[in-house]
């Protein structure tokens, strides 16, 4: 069936501005992660969803970050007044249930760039 | 002290050789190990997982885990300029994927 897929797959705006990024997971999929990746480095965790269990929010780096997602399907990642630092690529994932032996499957990411 | 450490490369191997890329980790209770292959400008992929201490073999591709020393290496036999990309090592605690930085691999041709 169909991958992870994300929307836009760039994205370019003006610091201060408000962007979203939405994600679609693979269907039946229960759980769903968001990553950032900047450039050269590695992926850092920002928010899980499982199902309809309280969202896992640690890794949001400010509160400027918040994320949504309906029931067990497309999820939207809303960052407000976007700083320059906020550049990077935005990677969703999702997986079965969410165990610890549960692969992740990625989608292909949403560019951001914050001028 | 990062969760996950991996040599940054770049690691450049000629072609036909066995390229060794190398983790560790900080989290002794890590139940899960990935090892994710990112071309430039792509999502990460999926190439192996391991669970059990020792060799996991998958064509090409060998997986090794020792959870004492908290290591966990992937060999790649017989590179081809097809496996020049980031390989990323993931493992998991609870659900949460801590990533290394990732190694970048060159097979020259």
């Known amino acids: 069936g169909a991958g992870v897929s994300q929307s836009p797959s760039n994205k370019v705006t003006e610091k201060g501005k408000d962007v979203e990024l939405r994600c679609d997971p693979i269907?039946?999929?229960?759980?769903l992660y968001w990553y950032r990746q900047r450039l050269g480095q590695g992926l850092e965790f920002l928010i899980y969803?499982?199902?309809?269990?309280?969202?896992?929010k640690s890794g949001l780096p400010s509160d400027r970050f918040s994320a949504e997602r309906t029931g067990e399907s497309v999820s939207t990642l809303t960052i407000q007044r976007t700083q320059q630092e906020d550049s990077a690529v935005y990677l969703c994932?999702?997986?079965?249930?969410?165990?610890?032996?549960?692969?992740?499957?990625f989608g292909p990411g949403t560019r951001l760039t914050v001028l | 002290q990062k969760e996950v450490e991996q040599n940054s490369g770049p690691l450049s191997v000629p072609e036909g050789a066995i390229a060794s890329l190398n983790c560790t980790y900080s989290?002794?209770?890590?139940?899960?190990f990935f090892w994710y292959r990112q071309y430039s400008g792509k999502s990460p992929e999926l190439i192996m997982f391991?669970?059990?201490?020792g060799d996991k073999e998958d064509g090409r591709f060998t997986a090794q885990l020792n959870k004492a020393s908290q290591y966990v290496s992937l060999l790649i036999r017989d590179s081809q300029p097809s496996d020049s990309a980031t390989y990323l090592c993931?493992?998991?605690?609870?659900?949460?994927?801590?990533f290394g930085a990732g190694t970048t691999v060159t097979v020259r041709a």
């Open positions: 391991i669970y059990s201490n």
């Open positions: 994932a999702s997986s079965l249930v969410g165990s610890p032996t549960d692969t992740q499957y």
């Open positions: 269907s039946g999929h229960t759980a």
């Open positions: 993931a493992v998991i605690g609870n659900y949460k994927l801590s």
């Open positions: 969803f499982q199902g309809n269990s309280a969202p896992d």
């Open positions: 989290d002794r209770g890590s139940q899960s």
